[in-house]
């Protein structure tokens, strides 16, 4: 969980995100670094980052629930809480419809890969899954709200009282 903490930390604090003259979104996901120059627990963890995301995107949750270490599992308690979690997110976002960008960086013990995507009924909020591996173990796993691009002062990290 360590781990997911940090890789959290990183995209919360990108200071892009708190920019008021946010660039547009994308019309396509930027090219990733070639496979070339990640690390080899890097490139295992995008290649298995993007095939347990797309079931995932899918409604297909068994494969990457089976991945996930105790702690992981820990946080949705059961398989069929992991589905509802899943279920839920559908319906309150609706499905994905534009890829940003996808990366991988090395947090200590963990490869961590990471999904940053646009979803229906946000057009203006870029999400970030987080899919830390430990060897084939997912140890870390997580979603959060990496970019608004909106002009609302609270989505700028502004108090209210400015």
Same mark, same amino acid.
Request: no cysteine; net charge positive; proline share 6%.
């Given at each position: 969980?360590?781990?997911?903490?940090?890789?959290?930390?990183?995209?919360?604090?990108?200071?892009?995100?708190?920019?008021?003259?946010?660039?547009?979104? /994308?019309?396509? /996901?930027?090219?990733?670094?070639?496979?070339?120059?990640?690390?080899?627990?890097?490139?295992?963890?995008f290649t298995?980052?993007?095939?347990?995301?797309? %079931?995932?995107?899918?409604l297909k949750?068994?494969?990457?629930?089976?991945?996930?270490? /105790?702690?992981?599992?820990?946080?949705?308690?059961?398989?069929?809480?992991?589905?509802?979690?899943?279920?839920?997110?559908?319906?309150?976002?609706?499905? %994905?419809?534009?890829?940003?960008?996808?990366?991988?960086?090395?947090?200590?013990? %963990?490869?961590?890969?990471?999904?940053?995507?646009?979803? %229906?009924?946000? /057009?203006?909020?870029?999400?970030?899954?987080?899919?830390?591996?430990?060897?084939?173990?997912?140890?870390?796993?997580?979603?959060?709200?990496?970019?608004?691009?909106?002009?609302?002062?609270?989505?700028?990290?502004?108090?209210?009282?400015?």
């Amino acid at each position: 969980m360590k781990g997911l903490t940090v890789a959290l930390a990183l995209l919360v604090l990108n200071p892009s995100a708190l920019a008021q003259n946010s660039p547009a979104v /994308p019309a396509k /996901p930027p090219v990733t670094a070639p496979a070339a120059t990640r690390t080899p627990a890097e490139q295992a963890a995008f290649t298995r980052g993007q095939a347990l995301m797309a %079931e995932f995107l899918a409604l297909k949750v068994e494969r990457l629930w089976n991945t996930f270490s /105790p702690d992981v599992k820990a946080q949705y308690g059961t398989l069929d809480g992991f589905t509802a979690f899943r279920k839920t997110g559908v319906e309150q976002y609706g499905k %994905e419809t534009r890829l940003v960008r996808e990366r991988t960086f090395m947090q200590g013990g %963990e490869a961590v890969y990471v999904r940053s995507s646009i979803y %229906e009924k946000y /057009p203006d909020q870029v999400w970030a899954f987080v899919m830390g591996f430990t060897g084939q173990k997912v140890t870390s796993f997580g979603v959060l709200l990496e970019d608004e691009r909106t002009n609302d002062p609270v989505a700028l990290g502004r108090s209210m009282a400015q």
